[in-house]
């Protein structure tokens, strides 16, 4: 579904008079395969081109050297960049700037008016993605009403009217409270589980990547580390040189000398009571 | 709260003007403010009350509401008015020091004071009846030919629409930073209005780059969801002529040209 073929991209700032002031190298000679209906979490610390990588996925940028494939379609090409936008959905961080119609209903329409989709099948997929995300009763509603986690779910109320293939969360929680990181992440398993569209999360909440089918660790623009969240978790002091964490059960566990590498509270309840035995 | 400030003057209601296509109601309002310059005599405003009355009737707007509205014409009108009685030659009706009241004067006036009146009415109310959304749309269908000179009638329209949509939420983060800083010892509320303005400097700064910033990102986001400017764009409520838009549009022509009659 998504294919990175020794990808390296470039940051060049200039100064006024157009001369080269500094490279940043924020992409480097990354290769990556994402599988469809795979569920793929994104860790890093800051400046470690996770960002940079989700921009590539829906061609809104394009690499300095290699090849960006999505669903065999090469990014490079500025004719099929619709094509892909359309297959490849992005969620933002901020869920106030995102949204650009005045209701609810008009903004999950943004998407497919651009496509030039007739308005009658236009309405019918608006109204069914507002189902799927449970805000179809405040379709005429302003979005300036909701809450940060309701506006994320409008955003992806607004891709799911695209119909896309997969999706792509670029820190979706980073501004919300616990209540709507929950309400996002579940959305997210939910649209990989029952619709089968590929998921790429990103984010800096290690909690959030457990339930994830693969987390790759980012460093410098390379891939750092990557499996699943079991065998990344596992490596702690590796993660914690990289500036990133494990999720705090999984320290927790550790730290009391459970055996295993645990990832969620239930499993630290079941391993806990084992070793109470 | 902040956020629940209304924009523009939309006063919400179910009438039949309110459900007119907005097209149509700037297309009324064009008319009738050409309609309103198309007599010289005071016979003309007797058609031009009663249809700018049928109108108010129809919208269902309590005259009280209407009447704010001239509010912040007050001075223009005043203005107008006294111009006009002292400047105007003609015989002299009434001398006193330096001022000089002709018939003609007092009769320009009259005249110039009710004509301003009823642009003003006139033109408020369509926005006190289209909502800005529906007001965009509809002067983006009206303009679309323009597009052949190559006007960026979409983008305007785009832009106008955006900007509704951020007004509350540059409101509401004007207020958070103007409160961060009178939480630091900042003042807006004393001193003289220089000064006052001044003090308001600071907050217009980090206002302005966030306000970039979001368009920044708002773009990116956009794009991302396939935005290509105007061409091939469909919509999710195109605007559709019913028969009461006929209708409305039939009795615009007839005013028009009935005003066109009258001496």
Known sequence: ?277 | MIRDITIGQYYPSESVIHRLDARIKFIGTIGYVIALFLFDTFWGFLPALFWLGTIIVLSRIPLRFIAKGLKPVLFLLIFLALFNLFLTPGQTIFEWWIFNITDKGLENAGFMALRLMFLVIGSSMMTYTTTPSQLTAGMESIFKPLGVFKVPVHEVAMMMSIALRFIPILLEETDKIMKAQQARGADFESGNIFRRAKALIPVLVPLFVSAFRRAGELAEAMEARCYHGGKGRTKLHPLKMKGRDYVGLALIIGFVVAMGFVP
């Open chain 1, 1 to 277: 579904m998504v294919r990175f073929e020794n990808v390296t991209f470039e940051y060049i700032r200039r100064d006024e008079e157009g001369n080269v002031d500094s490279i940043t190298t924020a992409l480097d000679d990354l290769s990556l395969n994402i599988k469809k209906g795979e569920f793929v979490a994104i860790l890093g610390s800051n400046g470690s081109g996770k960002s940079t990588l989700a921009r590539h996925i829906n061609a809104l940028l394009k690499p300095t050297e290699g090849k960006v494939l999505i669903a065999g379609i090469d990014t490079a090409d500025d004719d099929d960049a619709l094509e892909i936008r359309q297959r490849a959905g992005m969620v933002f961080q901020n869920p106030d700037n995102q949204i650009i119609a005045e209701t609810i209903e008009e903004d999950v329409a943004f998407g497919p008016e651009n496509m030039g989709m007739p308005t009658d099948e236009m309405q019918q997929r608006v109204d069914e993605a507002l189902k799927r995300v449970g805000l179809y009763k405040k379709r005429h509603e302003s979005p300036n009403r909701l809450s940060g986690g309701q506006k994320q779910k409008v955003a992806i109320a607004g891709i799911l009217a695209m119909k896309p293939e997969c999706i792509i969360f670029d820190e979706p929680t980073a501004m919300l409270d616990p209540a709507g990181r929950r309400m996002i992440v579940e959305t997210a398993h939910e649209l990989n589980k029952k619709d089968g569209i590929t998921i790429i999360l990103i984010t800096h909440n290690m909690e959030e990547t457990v339930g994830a089918d693969r987390i790759i660790v980012m460093d410098k623009g390379k891939i750092a580390l990557q499996g699943t969240p079991r065998q990344v978790f596992s490596k702690g002091e590796a993660l914690k040189a990289l500036g990133t964490e494990v999720p705090a059960m999984t320290e927790l566990a550790q730290r009391i000398g459970l055996e295993g590498c645990i990832l969620t509270r239930e499993e630290f309840v079941e391993a806990y009571k084992k070793a109470l035995r």
